[in-house]
């Protein structure tokens, strides 16, 4: 029987859900506070909902003081969102290069074209970077489409040779469950979080 994952209250909402649904922070040494989004950081934790709405609203009605039960100063939502937007685009980077550590990234239109059209059991997932020529990015969308393999637009030509170790690299693929599984869990916790919509946890 699987163990059932404990739950945690939202300050700001106040909704109690899985602790992996929601975003932990803690209080840095100097009493500022810090999203933990791998949720290791030590000391005692706060949770909001991962959305921009319930983390403005713990930072203007200072529920992170209530919530760490001691004087917290003044918090940015907008510097502690962008605090969160960059952490998660570090997650995203460091999962393909650790999936390019196993061997299991493709880079370059044609490979990544040909590994989309080979048919077999193994996930993929295609990463295009935002600067990609219009031609190539729609040859790739579009079998991407035609077989059903996850894509997505994230990172540039630059930052993809630098993760890879490689020159410029338009367009990425992954392979692997574990590694296909993981990418796209965290681009979705990405995407819905840049949506900025309120709380989804109904």
């Not at 029987?1 to 932990?24: D, H």
């Not at 959305?51 to 203007?60: F, N, V, Y």
């Not at 074209?113 to 031609?135: F, G, H, M, N, Q």
């Amino acid at each position: 029987m699987a163990k059932e994952e404990p739950q945690r209250t939202c300050i700001s909402c106040r909704k109690s859900i899985e602790k992996s649904k929601l975003l932990r922070f803690v209080l840095a040494p100097d009493g500022t506070v810090v999203p933990d989004l791998m949720n290791k950081l030590p000391g005692r934790g706060a949770y909001t909902c991962l959305t921009s709405d319930c983390i403005r609203q713990a930072c203007e009605r200072k529920q992170f003081s209530r919530a760490f039960r001691t004087e917290v100063p003044v918090v940015d939502p907008e510097m502690i969102q962008q605090r969160i937007v960059s952490s998660m685009e570090d997650r995203i980077a460091s999962y393909l290069a650790l999936a390019n550590k196993a061997g299991k990234v493709v880079s370059g239109s044609d490979m990544v074209a040909e590994i989309i059209r080979k048919k077999t059991s193994v996930k993929k997932y295609v990463l295009l970077a935002a600067d990609i020529s219009e031609d190539i990015g729609k040859k790739i969308r579009g079998l991407a489409e035609q077989h059903q393999v996850r894509y997505a637009t994230f990172f540039t030509k630059d930052r993809f040779g630098e993760l890879l170790g490689k020159g410029l690299r338009s367009v990425v693929a992954i392979q692997g469950d574990g590694f296909v599984d993981t990418m796209n869990k965290e681009i979705e916790r990405y995407r819905n979080f840049l949506r900025g919509e309120g709380c989804t946890y109904e």
